[in-house]
């Protein structure tokens, strides 16, 4: 019981120096990549720069003790900023204390909602989003945080929290953009761009080692950082107008605590529980692929523990909202790290850079941490999958491009209750109308086939049905209309065999439709069979009057009801009193 909410107690028993040397060089890759990151999502978010050093400090420590990936780094991330934006945005007037409290107790809210989720079991919340609405979110996330931080590298006012506004915004402004904001911003941009693809070959190709190379390759925001403030200090660019994070608090993370106010818990509760839901969702994703790259596996019902200790834990240290991120858990995973404890190295690496680092961060421009944002979230963009999508199922891509432009025309909480919608009105759709195919019998084999897909063998007097979906209350009239409909197409018929192998159960709706099926066909002289029921299924149905009632006879195989079919001469005129019952 203690191993299962208490991972460490696991990993920690073989820990090792090994394991110690791989965690401490993977803490201090992620630790440089991190450090410009927490800044810029910070002010993605709204609040000030140290507030993402804050989130990156315990709630690490924390998902250390209670997480069960070994390698997923936990801290701020680009979508769950941008939520956390919109959601305290409506509560509270940017930079004001109200907007850090509401940040710090919407934190405290998701943690609390992922912890007692995890607590009752409810990991299977993960399948709420199906791939092509979380894929879309993410992309349409990823356009609106791009376009959100444009204003910093042009050096403008703007907002808005759609599309059409930030764009609108962007153009009634633009006339104003600052030369040395852009001389400043532009060349981030593109640097940053450079370093994540050309710097590593490039070094490679001079003569340094793949891993020396691609840690300087994740160190490039921070020589962005560096170069930048630099040249701030030594142009003096703040007095030409170039915007600087300015005075950066020094310590470690305070003790917070999160708001008691009723009405603000309402307010941010429906908020908290999407950020929940996105973050999680995300999270386990990364986790489970990285995961089965080592042939380990995760629990997700204990990483909703995991990522609600670390939303506290974030929420009492002065944080906001926090999850696993899909790069640096990328970077943390290449570069080595084998058991939790190297997010918690990560965590000491961002205390002393809060302690020590921060006075330094004084004239760095806002422009270089828009520009890392902008370059971290355009890689969110996925241009392949909606191509993919059209190919394959048009009701998926219908629902990725749904779930993109509610998401970039009405804002994030829109886009992902959309998404929801959209992905469970699909699903109830499908359900409705299930698959079922007329089957015949492959030549000179028992087995049974679409006749619209194959060459097979049947007969005028029998029908063989094959269902391939469960028979509940959302298609239970589909196949009473269905079956009688292809009856009436074919006036010889005097058998109906439904080959059920592909049901996996029959609530009462279904039973109802079955009876009424059975009735219809009795009446008309023709009798009903079932084949290849499933044990579970055909339990149920023993406790029921129905195979009493049953025209015909319940088979074990396709292959025997349609033989013993094709012997009858398909003269039926009634209910025969020596008919058999039970499985055949």
């Not at 780094?73 to 930079?95: H, I």
């Not at 000179?444 to 028979?471: C, G, Y």
């Not at 025997?560 to 025969?576: C, H, Q, S, T, V």
């Amino acid at each position: 019981m203690l191993k299962r909410y208490f991972p460490i107690l696991d990993w920690g028993r073989t820990y090792n120096g090994e394991a110690l040397s791989n965690d401490m060089v993977a803490a201090v890759i992620v630790t440089i990549m991190l450090i410009p990151q927490s800044l810029a999502y910070a002010l993605l978010a709204g609040l000030p720069p140290v507030v993402g050093l804050y989130a990156s400090i315990l709630p690490l420590v924390a998902y250390a003790v209670f997480g069960t990936s070994r390698t997923l780094a936990v801290g701020p991330v680009a979508v769950v900023s941008l939520m956390t934006a919109s959601a305290v945005g409506a509560v509270a007037a940017q930079g004001t204390a109200e907007y850090l409290e509401a940040a710090i107790t919407l934190a405290a809210l998701s943690g609390v909602m992922l912890f007692v989720l995890g607590v009752l079991r409810m990991g299977f919340l993960a399948n709420l989003l199906s791939h092509p609405v979380i894929s879309g979110f993410i992309t349409a996330s990823g356009v609106l945080i791009a376009t959100s931080q444009l204003r910093h590298v042009l050096g403008i006012q703007g907002g808005g929290d759609t599309w059409p506004d930030m764009l609108g915004s962007l153009a009634a402004n633009i006339g104003n953009a600052n030369p040395w904001t852009l001389a400043v911003g532009v060349p981030a941009v593109v640097f940053l761009f450079w370093v994540r693809k050309g710097l590593k070959p490039l070094l490679v190709r001079l003569g340094a080692t793949p891993k020396a190379a691609e840690i300087a390759a994740k160190a490039g925001p921070v020589l962005a950082v560096a170069v930048s403030i630099v040249a701030v200090i030594a142009l003096d660019l703040e007095g030409k107008g170039v915007n600087i994070t300015g005075e950066i608090p020094s310590g470690l993370p305070p003790f917070a605590v999160p708001s008691t106010d009723v009405s603000l818990i309402r307010q941010l509760f429906v908020p908290a529980l999407l950020i929940s839901i996105i973050g999680f969702v995300e999270s386990v994703s990364v986790a489970q692929t990285l995961a089965a790259k080592r042939r380990q596996r995760i629990s997700p019902d204990q990483e909703l523990i995991g990522l609600g200790a670390s939303n506290i834990a974030s929420a009492f240290s002065g944080g906001y909202p926090v999850t696993g991120g899909f790069a640096r858990s990328v970077v943390n995973f290449d570069a080595g790290a084998q058991t939790p404890a190297a997010g918690a190295f990560t965590a000491v690496g961002i205390a002393l850079a809060s302690l020590f680092l921060t006075p330094l961060l004084f004239s760095l421009p806002i422009a270089v941490l828009a520009a890392t944002i902008i370059v971290a979230v355009l890689a969110l963009v996925d241009l392949k999958t909606p191509k993919q999508l059209w190919t394959y199922s048009k009701a998926d891509f219908a629902a990725h491009v749904a779930t993109i432009a509610i998401t970039l025309l009405a804002g994030v909480e829109m886009g992902v209750i959309a998404g929801v919608s959209v992905g469970l009105l699909l699903y109830l759709w499908r359900a409705s109308r299930p698959h079922a195919a007329i089957v015949g019998r492959v030549p000179e084999t028992e087995h049974f086939r679409n006749v619209d897909r194959h060459k097979v063998f049947t007969a005028d007097h029998v029908l063989s049905i094959r269902i391939d979906e469960a028979l509940t209350f959302l298609n239970a009239r589909w196949l009473e209309e269905y079956v009688l409909e292809q009856v009436a197409d074919r006036p010889k018929v005097r058998h109906v065999i439904l080959m059920c192998s592909a049901v996996n159960e029959i609530d009462a709706s279904g039973l109802e439709s079955l009876e009424a099926i059975n009735h219809r066909l009795d009446d008309a002289g023709i009798r009903l069979h079932l084949s290849e029921v499933k044990g579970p299924v055909m339990d149920r149905l023993a406790r029921t009057a129905f195979p009493e009632e049953l025209s015909g006879k319940v088979y074990l195989s396709q292959a025997r009801a349609f033989a013993e079919a094709l012997r009858d001469d398909g003269n039926y005129p009634g209910k025969p009193a020596d008919m058999a019952r039970g499985m055949i």
